[in-house]
């Protein structure tokens, strides 16, 4: 059994939900070292979280200026 070791800079922005397999992110991670990758997911925010977040910002300020209108979210 080996040892656990510590993620790439390169896995870490893929479990943060980056798509790393595209070719533009790539040319853009190429240019970073694995260890600044690391710092630099280390202090991020998962894009979904951010995504979910930006919804119900949006869905909040229709309910404040619309409050009798009921949504629903798909």
Not at 21 to 40: A, K, T, V, W, Y
Request: aromatic share 6%; with cysteine; net charge neutral.
């Amino acid at each position: 059994m080996q040892p656990p070791r510590c993620l790439l800079g390169r896995e870490a922005l893929a479990l943060q939900g980056f798509p790393v397999n595209d070719g533009r992110i790539q040319r853009i991670i190429n240019d970073f070292s694995e260890s600044f990758l690391q710092d630099l997911v280390g202090n991020m925010v998962a894009t979904p979280v951010l995504l979910a977040l930006a919804a119900a910002s949006v869905l909040s300020l229709i309910h404040i200026s619309e409050p009798t209108r009921r949504y629903a979210i798909s």
